[in-house]
Each structure stands twice: as C-alpha cells, then as structure tokens.
C-alpha cells in the first residue's frame, strides 16, 4: 500500500509518500514542502497549492491519501488557514476516488513514538530511524507529513478489523433482538391459544363459573373440568334445575292431603299440647292409664308471651285425655 501523508498549512505544507510492506515494514519513496507567500492573495495561494497536490497525484499515484486532522487551535487565523488548505488535498483525493483518512497529531505521535505527547524533535527523530534514513527530513512539516503516512500504515489494519469486529457484533446484536422478539411472540400466541381453549371446553363441557371463581385456563384443569361435567355413557342426567324449582313441581304433582300435609301452617295454633301437663291430682277411685296416640297433626307451639303459670291452670282445668271410666288399674 502507497499512502501519500500532508502535513496541511498555507505557507508551507508538508507532503510525503510511504510505501508499506508486510507488517510493519515501511521504506520513504519521497518528501518535500510546498510553499506560498504568505503576501499573495489567499485564492491565489491556494490554487498553488492545488496544482502541487495535482501534480504529486499523478506522479505518485498513492492508494490513500493521510491528512492531519485540525484537532484544536489558539490560533483562530492558523486554524482556519490548516483547514482550507486540507480541504484543498481532500478535493483533489475525491476527484481521483481516493480514500481519504484524517487522523489526529496525537494519534500520529502515539503510532509513531509511543507517547501521544511527544514534541517534534522526538517525531523527526523517530521518523528518521523507522524509515533508515541518513540524514532528517527538513523542516519539521516534512517530517511530519511522513509521520501521517507511517501513522496510516501501521492503523489501517488494526482499524479494519476494529471495524469488521465491530460490524459483526452489531449483526450479532440484530439477531438476538430479532430472536427475542420472535420468541416473546410466540409465547404470547400460545398464551392465547390456551386461554381461548380454556373458555371453548368451560362452555362447551357445560360447567358453569360462579361470580369470583377464577377463570380456568391450565390444561390440566381444562381436562378434569371436562371430565366431571362431561355425561357416562348408560346413565341418565337429571336436568340442572333450581332446588326451588323442584320443590315446586313436587308440590304440584303431589296429591291434595299431601300439599296440606306439607305446606306449613301460616298461623301458630292456639292449643296447648294434650300431653304437655299432668293433671295436679287424679280423679278418685280411677286409675292412670297410658298416653293415647298423639294426634295426626303436630301441635304447635304456645305463644312466646304466655306465662307458664297461666299455662299450668289452663291444663289443669281440661280432663285428661288418659283416664277413661272403663280402664284398668295397674
């Protein structure tokens, strides 16, 4: 690879071509500075500085053009003046559809020197050693434009696999969202298929859900609801009817001592039982016989409100119902 390094300036700029070999092996092919005065117009200034570009262009014919990146500047007016003629070297780059790469001067003195602080003694001198040549370049702008082309050369690989690393995580990145969201779909689909399956056999099996059950949706229970509500072959079900209902029509059916028998009585009964009381004193010269049968209606209860002792001298005054004249004496 032929990388062609400008060091970019308006009175003088740096131009250096490199040409890299396996690793990191690098041989200078050729370097100058360009200048212009700094009293001529600047679009006069700059259109040399174009022509000289043009010109090493088409001598050189480099594969990537390196340029220095304007990083900061105190001086406003320098600053502007890097940056025009940078602008110049990457016009005539696109024209030619040269790559064109901008890399920092911390960059350039990190590859070069190790230490992003280096001064530019220490780059020429650096500069001087990895290239094998005798005498350094000069001025400073020289050695730094084939600082830039060493600089490109041994980042460029390191770069590009940076970026294909980086390109693969990103796929990777892409199908794993992909597969989560494929999955999280399908498990939601499945979700609802067991839940409209849940409801379909709860209608279907007749089962009926009372207010504040939970909804069935498990499978198991699905199964064992069907179970339980589905009908045994041979056997008739009775129809689900109300308890009300069926007494009801058991009331209607019945016959008519029946429905007298069963319907309750609206009113208590006045009467006090028969046997409730014993009589204070038997009769004289009679005999106490056995209790009769009680009789077919059951007796009612006597009012809540009615004192015992009333109720003791209305039993006394009624005639036993076990003494009979003709009984016989235990």
Known sequence: MRVFGV?????????????????RTVRPVAVDVVRTPADEDLSRRLLQLADAVEVWLDRYSPDVVAIERVFSQHNVRTAMGTAQAGGIVALAAARRDLPVEFHTPSEVKAAVTGSGRADKAQVTAMVTKVLGLKVAPRPADAADALALAICHLWRAP??????????????????????????????GARAGTVARGGGAAARTGGATTRAGDPLITDKRTTTTSRARTA??????????????????????????????RATPAAEPVAA?????????????????????????????????????????????????????PGGKSS
Not at 7 to 23: A, K, N
Not at 160 to 185: D, F
Not at 291 to 306: I, S, V, Y
């Open 7 to 23: 060091d970019p300036g308006l009175t003088r700029c740096g131009f250096g071509v490199v040409d890299g070999g396996t690793g």
């Open 158 to 187: 390191m770069k590009s696999r940076l970026e294909q690393a980086q390109a693969r995580a990103a796929e990777i990145a892409r199908n794993h969202r992909a597969r989560l969201a494929g999955a999280a779909g399908g498990a």
């Open 231 to 260: 009908p045994v072959a041979g056997r008739t079900t009775p129809p689900a009817t109300a308890p009300t209902s069926a007494r009801a029509q058991a009331a209607r059916t019945a016959p008519a001592t029946s429905r007298v």
């Open 272 to 324: 006090p039982p028969v046997a409730a009381t014993a009589p204070a004193s038997p009769p004289s010269g009679g005999s106490i016989a056995p209790p009769a049968a009680p009789p077919p209606a059951p007796p009612a209860a006597p009012p809540a409100d009615l004192p015992s002792a009333a109720l003791t001298a209305r039993s006394a005054d009624l005639p036993s119902a076990a003494a009979e």
